[in-house]
C-alpha cells in the first residue's frame, strides 16, 4: 500500500519563504507530485520530482530524496494568494498506467 | 482547451436515494480518473477508466456506487442508495496517454455531495 505524511496547517506571512513536507511510504515508486487547491476550486498541478534534487518553477520548487522517502514543496515570496492546499502524491503503477496517491493536503495560510 | 467539467457542482439528497454525478474529460483524454474527499481527509482514489474500460477500481468503497464511461467520452457515477457517509467532494480527473507525464492529472472542480 501507500501512505503519505504531511503537516496539516502552515502558516507564514506575506514575502517569506515557507517548506511543506512530505514523507511517503510506497511499494513501488513512480514519482512524487505537488498539487494546489484553492477553497471550491480544482486541484491543479504544481511540480513533479521523478529523481532525486531540486526542481524550479517560477516561486516554487520542490525537491527528492528517495533514499528518504522524503520531499518538499519550497515556496519562496509568498503572496496572499497562495494561501490554499497543497497536496503531495505518489503514484503506483497500474495496468501500463499509473495512480498517484494523494496525502491529506496542507492548509497554508498567509498573513499580511 | 475546454477543461475537465463536473455536474452538479453540488447535491444535497436524503439518506436513501440516488445521486448520478457527471465529468466531461478534456476532449481526446483517454485516461479518467474519479477520487473523493471527505472533509480534513485525503483525496482518496476510487477509479481508473482508459478509454471506457475500468482500468483500477480497487477504490470503490461498496457496490453502492457505480461508475461508466459509455463510449470512452464522459463518465458518470452513481451513488445509489446514498448513505450519510458518503457525503464528500467528488473530483474527476483525466489524462491523455501514457506519454503525457506520470502524475500530471487535470482536475474538475468537483462535485460535493450533502447526505442528509
Known amino acids: 500500500g501507500q501512505s503519505l505524511e504531511q503537516p496539516s496547517e502552515v502558516t507564514a506571512v506575506e514575502g517569506a519563504i515557507v517548506q511543506i513536507n512530505c514523507t511517503y511510504q510506497t511499494s513501488g515508486f513512480y514519482g512524487l507530485s505537488w498539487y494546489q487547491q484553492h477553497d471550491g476550486g480544482a486541484p491543479t498541478f504544481l511540480s513533479y520530482?521523478?529523481?532525486?534534487g531540486l526542481e524550479e518553477t517560477g516561486r516554487f520548487s520542490s525537491f527528492l530524496s528517495r533514499s528518504d522517502s522524503y520531499g518538499y514543496l519550497l515556496l519562496q515570496e509568498l503572496q496572499m494568494k497562495d494561501s490554499a492546499s497543497y497536496f503531495c502524491?505518489?503514484?503506483?503503477?497500474?495496468?501500463?498506467?499509473?495512480?498517484?496517491?494523494f496525502g491529506r493536503g496542507t492548509s497554508l495560510i498567509v498573513h499580511p | 482547451e475546454a477543461g475537465v467539467t463536473q455536474f452538479p457542482s453540488h447535491s444535497v439528497i436524503e439518506k436513501g436515494q440516488t445521486v448520478t454525478l457527471r465529468c466531461d474529460p478534456i476532449?481526446?483524454?483517454?485516461?479518467l480518473y474519479w477520487y473523493r474527499r471527505v472533509m480534513g481527509k485525503e483525496i482518496k482514489f476510487l477509479l481508473h477508466?482508459?478509454?471506457?474500460?475500468?482500468?483500477?477500481e480497487s477504490g470503490m468503497p461498496n457496490n453502492r456506487f457505480l461508475a461508466e464511461r459509455t463510449g470512452g467520452t464522459y463518465s458518470t457515477l452513481k451513488v445509489q442508495p446514498a448513505e450519510l457517509e458518503d457525503s464528500g467532494v467528488y473530483f474527476c480527473?483525466?489524462?491523455?496517454?501514457?506519454?503525457?507525464?506520470?502524475?500530471?492529472?487535470?482536475f474538475g472542480a468537483g462535485s460535493r455531495l450533502t447526505v442528509l
Open positions: 476532449s481526446g483524454h483517454d485516461n
Open positions: 477508466f482508459v478509454k471506457e474500460s475500468k482500468q483500477d
Open positions: 520530482n521523478a529523481l532525486d
Open positions: 480527473a483525466s489524462k491523455a496517454g501514457l506519454s503525457s507525464g506520470a502524475n500530471v492529472l487535470t
Open positions: 502524491a505518489v503514484s503506483r503503477a497500474s495496468g501500463g498506467s499509473y495512480i498517484p496517491t
